[in-house]
């Protein structure tokens, strides 16, 4: 027996139920009337051992006082684990993940996260709920703000980034925070894009598409994991054995601690599947979940549930055994006060702020562009337009941390220190004809539209992701003018907007992209820097074609618009606004057909593939490259296309540059019926790009030959 699972055991037999239930029981911090978070009315049951873990406490000097409570007053002296939603940052705030998706930057990923865990674990906290790894196909769902769009392979990378920035190589560090992956799993198919309600999906879907993240997050390893609020085929997740046991701990080998989603276990009455909090208690224990986010069940359902047999103590030391194990690979025991003890150096603070612009810059997507960009250093007068162009606070997205409008650059003032030599006319666009007379007045308008932050986010599903009707009025007003427009979109979904396109000269999708959002704006505008995004998910042209996405599988009847019975509308077109990959940047790239190492593989080989990249315009660039694959004929339907690789490359004008990729035959295989990965002869079909539209990928072949 190793010295930690010694210390554990011992730390077990010395523990009474009270105490033992409450390693299983995270409360909240209580909020005051100012929106600050306190401790103080219970530091008397943290004493007492009946809380194990806090949520929502802020502020080096409050973490402080619990965790003290905690180790220096209560019996056992086990220390508090404290827990926070950092997901894009905590002071220092990072572009929104689905933005940050958009770079296709694994090492920029990791190196946010990172920032994110140095900022975080200053001020004490020593988890955090992210990587959120639902695979999103539905702009409807507030959340996929949150996601990293509609790929599963590109989301099992940004878990693998995201893990590695927030834990490092030792979670017993200092400046470590424990990664939370979550929502386990398929919480982004919710009906109707509606947040919390149920879903209803295949299981090979469940195989191909929801599982993959979190089995490279589990990987990666990754200390925690959340089950989704949602049923799955009628088993809500926080009760779901078969999946979060079955699947997630015998399956993928999974050893870490299952927490809760807020309030989840008591709402398993709500669900209709237990009658109590004793039978929701049990049920959410015995499926695998570890720790009670706020609601109590455990506390108040645990010993009941053990007196009438619904659980076993046995099953209760398991579960404190993982909390305990992860308390003590966090390093809390030994140095309970380490997180919290030293104040960020203002260097790290410089290097976090450059990072968020860095990061800012290469999430921006520039989805049109009509030659107005980038604007010309002669510029002399500017428009700035929009009640979004001033609005610092909502630059930080729904999940703001510990982040201050104060301390955020607006597109305004981006604007303002990009272009010194011109004259900036600023209206909010509340009042039409104020705003028509700084645009008659400019060279150029830049209009800021889209959502605010509170219009994204969790609980904010809306039926029609629509650019706001006032603001398409004040949009449609400047329109008229004649004068060149480019439009910033913020938001944290795509927004259909099929008539904005058809007008704005340029458009950019901006996300919500943090603490430098105007600097780093500033810079895409003037040329000092080009665009570097492209789109993680399909952009709708209507709302009418959500969830629409390039994996699809192949129909009988592929749309054919000479044969009236195929799939298509009658109404709108299949395909969407702007494909999965879409994203513009201020030179232009031609590609070569790729070339594969061999013409045929065999299990265990590895297949090479290169294809030539050119910079035909007159400046440098950087182009995002995508590797997907097509398996025409299988035993089972496979998708339209399938990413298994991407990559970023770089050329001066006039240079040719060749992207490498390696694809080991695993990347041929897909699921079988009971999830291990089949292998199967074949035909593949190879082909890179620069994103999901038909039209522009080259192709060439390669021969799966197995024993079978």
Same mark, same amino acid.
């Given at each position: 027996?190793?010295? &930690? ?50 949520? $929502? ?19 056992? /002296? ?91 190589? $030792? ?14 799993? @398929? ?12 879903? $209803? ?51 993928? @080998? ?80 030994? /140095? ?32 049109q562009n009509n030659g107005a960009l980038p604007l010309p250093a002669q510029t002399s007068r500017l428009a700035v337009i929009g ?130 959002? +105007? ?7 003037? +040329? ?31 749309? $054919?618009?000479e044969n009236h019975d195929t799939s298509k509308y009658l109404d709108v077109p299949n395909a969407p606004q702007f494909p999965f ?24 080989e590895i297949l090479t593939v290169e294809v030539d990249i050119a910079n035909i315009g007159d400046v440098a660039g950087e182009e ?6 097509? &398996? ?43 999830? /291990? ?20 990928? /080259? ?10």
């Amino acid at each position: 027996m190793t010295e &930690d699972a010694a210390r554990i055991e011992g730390l077990l037999r010395a523990m009474t139920l009270e105490e033992k239930v409450g390693q299983l029981t995270m409360i909240r911090a209580d909020f005051d009337a100012a929106g600050s978070t306190l401790l103080a009315p219970k530091l008397a049951d943290i004493a007492a051992g009946r809380a194990g873990s806090v949520l $929502d406490l802020r502020g080096a000097s409050a973490i402080l006082m619990g965790q003290k409570a905690a180790v220096e007053n209560s019996r056992l /002296k086990i220390p508090l684990l404290f827990t926070l939603d950092v997901l894009h940052g905590y002071r220092t705030i990072f572009p929104v993940p689905l933005g940050e998706a958009a770079a296709f930057d694994p090492d920029l990923w990791t190196r946010t996260a990172r920032a994110a865990a140095v900022e975080a674990a200053a001020d004490g906290i020593a988890l955090t709920y992210a990587p959120m790894l639902d695979v999103a196909r539905d702009p409807r769902w507030g959340r996929i703000v949150e996601s990293a769009g509609e790929d599963p392979f590109v989301t099992a990378r940004f878990a693998e980034a995201k893990v590695k920035g927030f834990q490092t190589d $030792d979670l017993a560090r200092s400046d470590a925070v424990a990664a939370t992956a979550k929502h386990f799993a @398929g919480y982004a198919a919710v009906n109707a894009g509606r947040e919390y309600a149920s879903a $209803d999906f295949s299981q090979r879907t469940l195989e191909e598409v929801y599982l993959p993240p979190f089995a490279a997050s589990v990987n990666a390893g990754v200390a925690a994991i959340m089950p989704a609020f949602i049923e799955l085929a009628g088993v809500p997740l926080t009760a779901h054995r078969a999946l979060l046991t079955g699947v997630l701990r015998e399956r993928f @080998g999974f050893d870490g601690v299952l927490i809760s989603d807020f309030f989840a276990v008591a709402e398993l009455i709500r669900h209709g599947v237990a009658a109590d909090a004793a039978e929701a208690a049990a049920l959410a224990l015995n499926a695998g979940v570890d720790i009670d986010m706020a609601s109590g069940t455990y506390t108040e359902g645990l010993p009941d549930a053990l007196g009438r047999g619904l659980v076993r103590i046995e099953t209760i030391d398991a579960a404190v055994r993982r909390v305990l194990a992860l308390k003590l690979a966090l390093g809390l025991f030994e /140095k309970p006060y380490a997180r919290g003890e030293g104040a960020l150096a203002p260097a790290t603070i410089k290097a976090h702020r450059a990072l968020s612009r860095e990061a800012a810059r290469q999430s921006v997507v520039l989805l049109q562009n009509n030659g107005a960009l980038p604007l010309p250093a002669q510029t002399s007068r500017l428009a700035v337009i929009g009640p979004l162009a001033d609005a610092p606070g909502e630059m930080l997205g729904p999940w703001r941390a510990a982040g201050e409008a104060s301390e955020t650059v607006s597109f305004l003032a981006g604007v303002e220190t990009a272009f010194p030599q011109a004259t900036v006319f600023h209206a909010n666009g509340g009042d039409i004809p104020a705003a028509l007379e700084a645009a008659r007045a400019s060279d150029a308008v830049l209009l800021f539209l889209g959502e605010t932050a509170n219009m994204s986010g969790e609980a904010n599903s809306r039926a029609r992701p629509v650019i706001p009707e006032a603001q398409r009025a004040l949009a449609e007003a400047v329109f008229a003018l004649g004068k060149p427009v480019i439009v910033t979109l913020t938001s944290g979904r795509p927004l259909v907007a099929p008539w904005l396109f058809e007008k704005a000269h340029a458009v950019l999708a901006a996300w919500f992209l943090g603490s430098e959002a +105007g600097n780093a704006l500033g810079d895409i505008l003037s +040329g000092a820097a080009a665009p570097g995004g492209k789109l993680p998910l399909s952009w709708p042209f209507d709302a009418g074609q959500i969830p629409v996405y390039y994996g699809e599988r192949p129909t009988g009847r592929p749309a $054919d618009p000479e044969n009236h019975d195929t799939s298509k509308y009658l109404d709108v077109p299949n395909a969407p606004q702007f494909p999965f990959g879409h994203g513009l940047t201020y030179t232009r790239f031609d590609y070569t057909e790729p070339r594969a190492s061999v013409a045929t593989l065999r299990p265990g080989e590895i297949l090479t593939v290169e294809v030539d990249i050119a910079n035909i315009g007159d400046v440098a660039g950087e182009e995002i490259v995508y590797l997907f694959i097509r &398996d025409p004929l299988a035993s089972v339907t496979r998708p339209l296309l399938e990413l298994k690789a991407f990559t970023r490359i770089k050329a001066l004008p006039g240079e040719r540059v060749t992207a490498h990729f390696r694809l080991a035959t695993d990347a041929f295989s897909f699921p079988d019926a009971d999830g /291990k990965p089949r292998l199967e002869s074949g035909e593949i079909e190879i082909l890179t790009g620069p994103g999901a539209a038909p039209s522009l990928l /080259k192709r060439c072949r390669v021969h799966i030959l197995t024993n079978e």
